[in-house]
């Protein structure tokens, strides 16, 4: 049977969003905004064995496999999870990439895609910078944390707060950097607002019900873009 007409096998079960290869499928594809009918006409394929893909224990062959990593502006390895504990950036430069500026709105913009970011923060050890889970709230960058963990101390000080991504597919990336008093979250009402307005909780768990919140004084933020192809000798920023 080709992998056009397949569907799930009998008596098989979805397991939770797919397997580890099934859910970088689908998150790719979100990523792209793509449907599931739109990603099989790039793949050459049926929207059934998409869906088999991301929902099913599937193990595409080699060439299906590079069909769909080309459709995603991926890599086999991407789609596998082989670089996934892996620091972004080693990918080559493109050809006459440009570096530009960007513009407040496109800042808030991009802030607003939720994540986890970076924040710098002052410990007894010596300045740290360390990742958090955010979400932007009423213009400002909201996060949860533990009383006793590191990002706490960052309340009551300016502190820089940095996100950013790298689309290795396309040698292409942008940061964005918020500049601003960190402060906690007492009042009882805005912190039910906050729970009920975060995107997802902290991914480590646990009692993390401090929230703080970081007032923009200055957003900056730059992409680089792509024009060509990569070139040897140099590494993505």
Known sequence: MSEASRTAPAGARPIGGGGDLGRRVALRREQLGLSRAALAARAGTSPGYVRYVEEYPADPGAGVLLRLAAALETSPAELHGGTAMSPPGPGRAARDAELLELGPWQC??????HGVGRISV???PGPAIVPVSYSLVDDT???????DAAPAAAAGAEVAFEVDHIDEALSEGWSVLVVGRARRVTDPAAVRRLD???YTPPWPGGGRDLWLRIDPAHITGRRVRAHGGPVGGGTAP
């Open 122 to 124: 002052s410990t007894a």
């Open 141 to 147: 960058v909201v996060f949860r944390t533990a009383p």
């Open 196 to 198: 009920d307005a975060a």
């Open 108 to 113: 808030r913009e991009l802030l607003a895609s």
